[in-house]
C-alpha cells in the first residue's frame, strides 16, 4: 500500500499538471489541439504519438477532450481513493507504533517493579544475615556495660570492635547481651534502643518493654529493666545520646549530660539532666505541660500518661497516649513532643494517630523531620571515683 501510495505521489504533479490544462475551461480548439498534443513526445513517432496524432485527424476534437475528461476525471477518483487509503493506512500504522510503544513501556514498567520488589527483598536479607552474623558471633567480653568493657580492652586491644557483649552490671544477679558501639564518638556506648527499618513491631505490653525485645544488632528496645540496672550501678553517671536520621539524610541529635531511671514499683520513671544537640529538647517540649522528664513510663496496658480522664490533643480526644502512639510504649506526659518508639515508616493514615518517629523540636521551616532512624545510648561519665 505504501509503495503504491509513493509511486502516485510522484505521478501527482504531472496529473495535476494536466488537469490544470483541462480546466482552463473554454480555449479554442485549435490551441487545444497544439496544445494538448506539443507535450507528447510525438518526435520519434512513438505508438502514442501516432495514435493522437491519427486521432486528432480522424475523431473529432470534442469527443477527444471528453475521453480525456472522463480518463482524468477517473484517475483523480482513484487518486483520491489511494490517498484516502494511504492517510487510513497511515493512521492505522500510528496507533500500531504507540500501541507497541505502550506495551514496552507496560513491560519495562513491571520489569523494573519486579526489580525494585527484588532489591527491596535482598536488602532484606542482608539486613537479616548481618543481624544473624553478629548473633552468631562469639560474645567478645565480659564487664560490667560497654563503658566498662570499652575501659578494660583499650589496652589490650589495639581497635575494640562494635558488636554484641555480655555484660554484667554491678550489684545484680542478671548478666545480659547488650549491643555496644565502640567507634562512634569515642565508643563505650550500650544501645538502648535502635529504629532503623521498621522490621521489628514496636506494639508491645508493659512485660515486651520492661523485658526488651528485638534483635540486639538491629531493631531493638533493650528492656526497662536492663537499662535500670546498668545505670543505678554504685557510683556511676550516664549521659543519653540521641542520634536521629531523617528521610533525607539530614543528621540531628540530643544529648543529655546525666539520664537515670527510677525503679520498677515506680514504673521506671525518666531522670534527664542539662541538654545538648542540634534536634532540640522534645523531651521537655515548650512548656510544662509537655515535659515528659520524671514522668513514668506508659505502655497500651499500663497508663501513666497524665491524661487522666483524656487529653486533647489537636482535633482527637485522647485517654491513652500509648495507643494514640501506635501501641508503643514510652515516658508519656499529656502525650508530649517526643516517641523514639513510633515506626520508621510513615502509616499515618488511621484516625490523626501518631505512628511516626516522633521528635517534634528538630524541624526545617517549622515543619517536623520525618524521622527514619534513631539509635538511643548510653555511656558512663568520669567521675571523681
Ligand atoms: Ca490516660
Request: net charge negative; charged share 20%.
Amino acid at each position: 500500500m505504501m509503495w503504491t501510495a509513493a509511486v502516485l505521489l510522484l505521478l501527482l504533479p504531472s496529473l495535476l499538471s494536466y488537469a490544470d490544462k483541462e480546466n482552463r475551461g473554454n480555449i479554442n480548439q485549435s490551441e487545444l489541439d497544439n496544445r494538448d498534443f506539443a507535450d507528447v513526445p510525438v518526435k520519434d513517432q512513438r505508438p502514442l504519438g501516432e495514435v493522437k496524432g491519427q486521432d486528432s485527424c480522424t475523431i473529432p476534437c470534442d469527443i477527444t477532450v471528453k475521453l480525456l475528461r472522463d480518463e482524468k476525471q477517473s484517475i483523480c477518483g482513484q487518486l483520491q481513493q489511494s490517498l484516502l487509503a494511504f492517510g487510513r493506512s497511515n493512521r492505522k500504522l500510528m496507533r500500531d507504533v504507540m500501541e507497541a510503544q505502550q506495551r514496552a513501556l507496560d513491560i519495562l514498567s513491571s520489569q523494573v517493579t519486579e526489580l525494585m520488589t527484588k532489591v527491596q527483598t535482598l536488602s532484606l536479607e542482608v539486613q537479616r544475615s548481618n543481624t544473624e552474623m553478629y548473633s552468631m558471633k562469639p560474645v567478645q567480653s565480659h564487664g560490667r556495660d560497654c563503658s566498662d568493657i570499652k575501659d578494660n580492652l583499650v589496652s589490650v586491644v589495639p581497635k575494640i570492635p562494635s558488636g554484641i557483649y555480655i555484660v554484667h552490671p554491678e550489684n545484680t544477679d542478671s548478666s545480659f547481651e547488650v549491643f555496644c558501639e565502640m567507634d562512634y564518638m569515642g565508643g563505650g556506648w550500650t544501645v538502648m534502643q535502635r529504629r532503623s527499618d521498621g522490621l521489628t513491631d514496636f506494639k508491645r505490653s508493659w512485660d515486651g518493654y520492661v523485658n526488651g525485645f528485638g534483635h540486639l544488632a538491629g531493631e531493638h528496645w533493650l528492656g526497662l529493666r536492663k537499662v535500670f540496672h546498668i545505670v543505678n550501678q554504685k557510683d556511676t553517671r550516664f549521659q543519653l545520646h540521641i542520634a536521629l536520621v531523617s528521610h533525607d539524610d539530614v543528621t540531628s541529635y540530643a544529648s543529655y549530660d546525666d539520664f537515670r531511671l527510677d525503679s520498677e514499683t515506680q514504673f521506671f520513671s525518666i531522670h534527664l539532666g542539662r541538654y545538648a544537640g542540634s534536634a532540640g529538647d522534645a523531651f521537655r517540649g515548650y512548656n510544662q505541660e509537655q515535659n515528659q522528664d520524671t514522668a513514668p513510663f506508659s505502655a497500651s496496658d499500663v497508663d501513666n500518661d497524665g491524661c487522666n480522664p483524656f487529653c486533647s490533643i489537636g482535633n482527637c480526644t485522647v485517654e491513652s497516649c500509648s495507643i494514640h502512639h501506635n501501641h508503643t510504649g514510652w515516658w508519656f506526659n499529656q502525650c508530649g513532643l517526643a516517641n523514639l518508639n513510633g515506626s520508621p515508616e510513615d502509616t499515618e493514615r488511621n484516625q490523626g494517630q501518631r505512628t511516626h518517629i516522633v521528635w517534634d523540636t528538630w524541624r526545617h521551616n517549622g515543619v517536623p523531620y520525618t524521622i527514619k532512624s534513631v539509635t538511643m545510648k548510653i555511656r558512663r561519665i568520669a567521675t571523681n571515683n
